[in-house]
């Protein structure tokens, strides 16, 4: 079993800045993709930003230039540093790592943090 614990949320003004962190901990000998996805109330989650295990990263086009996805494979860690958030970035924000497992690949999921931008 997987664990994905993320920290980092909270409360900041529009134009502030928030680093969101997720360590991953349980049976894992490797983790393959990761990444952040958003829920905001009434809307379905999206995918927010993604990296692969050779720092390969994707992000959607509404955070390209503002939000920097990174990864720390020796301690099973992603994080996702937000830079000039918007009140539309307001969400929870929930980590997602691929795992190899005895039976193939699983999809783990985090709590969720909640970011909040105020106007």
């Known amino acids: 079993q997987v664990q994905l614990v993320e920290s980092g949320g909270g409360l900041v003004q529009s134009g502030g800045s928030l680093r969101l962190s997720c360590a991953a901990s349980g049976s894992i000998f490797s983790i393959q993709d990761m990444g952040w996805y958003r829920q905001a109330p009434g809307k379905q989650r999206e995918l927010v930003a993604s990296i692969t295990t050779g720092d390969k990263t994707n992000y959607a086009d509404s955070v390209k230039g503002r939000f920097t996805i990174s990864r720390d494979n020796a301690k099973n860690t992603v994080f996702l540093q937000m830079n000039s958030l918007k009140p539309e970035d307001t969400a929870v924000y929930y980590c997602?790592?691929?795992?190899?497992?005895?039976?193939?690949?699983?999809?783990?999921w985090g709590q969720g943090t909640q970011v909040t931008v105020s106007s």
């Open positions: 997602h790592a691929l795992v190899p497992g005895s039976r193939g690949i699983y999809s783990y």
